[in-house]
C-alpha cells in the first residue's frame, strides 16, 4: 500500500473529521512506531507502521459500512439542495466517499447500508445476484389471497418486463411483508398498485444476510463488524 497522509489515515480509521483529527494530534495523543506525532501531513505506510491513539493500536480499514435506520423525510443521496440526505444523520464523522447502497423512497423508512465499497454495493444490486430485500407494508385495506397470488407471479407495473417472482405473507391489520430481488423505481407500491392496492407505510426491515436493528431510533446507526458483513460478500462472490 502506498503511503498516506496521518490525518487522512487516522480520519479513515476513526470516522472523526481532519479539524478533530488535528485537535487530538495536537494534544499528543498520537504515536507512530512509539514516538509522538502531532504532524497531520506525516506520511505513513498503514500496512507497516504502528500507529496508536490513546495507547490503543489504529488498525486501517480501507473499506467500512454502516446500518443506518432511514427516517421518514430524508433522500437516499449523499447530496440534495432541498432535502435532508441519509449521510446528514453522520455528523461528525468523515463520510468523505460514502454513500447509500440503494434507494428508499423519501417517505419509506428502514434498512439502508451505508459504506465506500463500491463492488460490494454493485454486485448487492446487480439483479444478477438477487439479492433479497424485505420490506414491511401497510396496505389500504386487507391483501386477498388471489391477489397476493397476482404479486408474487411476475406482476406487470408497466415496465418493459415484469417483475422477477416475489414473496409475499399477509400479516394482520393490513399488514403485509413482501421480498423482491429487484430494485426498481418505486418498486414495492408500483407491484402493490398493480393489484388494486395503495402502500400506506413501508420501511425495509432486511437486505440479504442483513437485519435491522431493532435497537436503532429512526435516524440511528450502527458500525457493521466483519461478522455483519461476510455473509454479504459470499453473497457478492456468487453474483
Same mark, same amino acid.
Do not use: W
Given at each position: 500500500?502506498?503511503?498516506?497522509?496521518?490525518?487522512?489515515?487516522?480520519?479513515?480509521?476513526?470516522?472523526?473529521?481532519?479539524?478533530?483529527?488535528?485537535?487530538?494530534?495536537?494534544?499528543?495523543?498520537?504515536?507512530?512506531?512509539?514516538?509522538? !506525532?502531532k504532524?497531520?501531513?506525516?506520511?505513513?505506510?498503514?500496512?507497516?507502521?504502528?500507529v496508536? $491513539?490513546d495507547?490503543?493500536?489504529?488498525?486501517?480499514?480501507?473499506?467500512?459500512?454502516?446500518?443506518?435506520?432511514?427516517?421518514?423525510?430524508?433522500?437516499?443521496?449523499t447530496? &440534495? =439542495?432541498?432535502?435532508e440526505?441519509?449521510?446528514?444523520?453522520?455528523?461528525?464523522?468523515?463520510? &468523505?466517499?460514502?454513500f447509500?447502497?440503494?434507494?428508499?423512497?423519501?417517505?419509506?423508512?428502514?434498512?439502508?447500508?451505508?459504506?465506500? &465499497?463500491?463492488? $460490494?454495493?454493485?454486485?448487492?444490486?446487480?439483479?444478477?445476484?438477487? %439479492?433479497e =430485500?424485505?420490506?414491511?407494508?401497510?396496505?389500504?385495506?386487507? $391483501?386477498?389471497?388471489?391477489?397476493?397470488? =397476482?404479486?408474487?407471479n411476475?406482476?406487470?407495473?408497466?415496465? &418493459?418486463?415484469?417483475?422477477?417472482?416475489?414473496? %409475499?405473507?399477509? =400479516?394482520?391489520?393490513?399488514?403485509?411483508?413482501?421480498?423482491?430481488?429487484?430494485?426498481?423505481?418505486?418498486q414495492?407500491?408500483?407491484?402493490?398498485?398493480? !393489484?388494486?392496492?395503495e402502500?400506506?407505510?413501508?420501511?425495509?426491515?432486511?437486505?440479504?444476510?442483513?437485519?435491522?436493528?431493532?435497537?436503532?431510533?429512526?435516524?440511528?446507526?450502527?458500525?457493521?463488524?466483519d461478522?455483519?458483513?461476510?455473509?454479504?460478500?459470499?453473497?457478492?462472490?456468487?453474483?
Amino acid at each position: 500500500m502506498e503511503n498516506m497522509r496521518l490525518d487522512k489515515f487516522l480520519s479513515n480509521t476513526t470516522g472523526e473529521s481532519r479539524s478533530r483529527i488535528k485537535e487530538i494530534l495536537k494534544a499528543g495523543r498520537v504515536k507512530v512506531n512509539s514516538e509522538t !506525532a502531532k504532524d497531520p501531513s506525516l506520511k505513513i505506510f498503514p500496512d507497516t507502521d504502528s500507529v496508536e $491513539l490513546d495507547s490503543k493500536a489504529v488498525v486501517y480499514e480501507k473499506f467500512r459500512y454502516y446500518m443506518l435506520n432511514k427516517p421518514a423525510g430524508c433522500v437516499s443521496a449523499t447530496k &440534495d =439542495k432541498l432535502s435532508e440526505t441519509v449521510l446528514d444523520f453522520f455528523r461528525g464523522e468523515n463520510m &468523505d466517499g460514502f454513500f447509500p447502497v440503494g434507494r428508499l423512497d423519501k417517505d419509506s423508512e428502514g434498512l439502508l447500508l451505508i459504506t465506500n &465499497d463500491g463492488m $460490494l454495493a454493485h454486485n448487492l444490486l446487480s439483479p444478477s445476484g438477487h %439479492v433479497e =430485500k424485505v420490506y414491511f407494508v401497510e396496505l389500504d385495506r386487507k $391483501l386477498e389471497e388471489d391477489d397476493r397470488i =397476482k404479486i408474487e407471479n411476475e406482476i406487470d407495473i408497466g415496465d &418493459d418486463k415484469p417483475c422477477l417472482p416475489a414473496k %409475499v405473507e399477509t =400479516k394482520e391489520n393490513n399488514t403485509a411483508l413482501i421480498s423482491i430481488t429487484e430494485g426498481r423505481f418505486h418498486q414495492v407500491k408500483r407491484m402493490f398498485a398493480a !393489484a388494486g392496492y395503495e402502500v400506506k407505510y413501508l420501511k425495509r426491515i432486511a437486505m440479504g444476510s442483513l437485519f435491522l436493528d431493532e435497537k436503532l431510533k429512526p435516524g440511528g446507526y450502527r458500525k457493521l463488524s466483519d461478522e455483519d458483513i461476510c455473509p454479504l460478500r459470499k453473497k457478492e462472490q456468487y453474483g
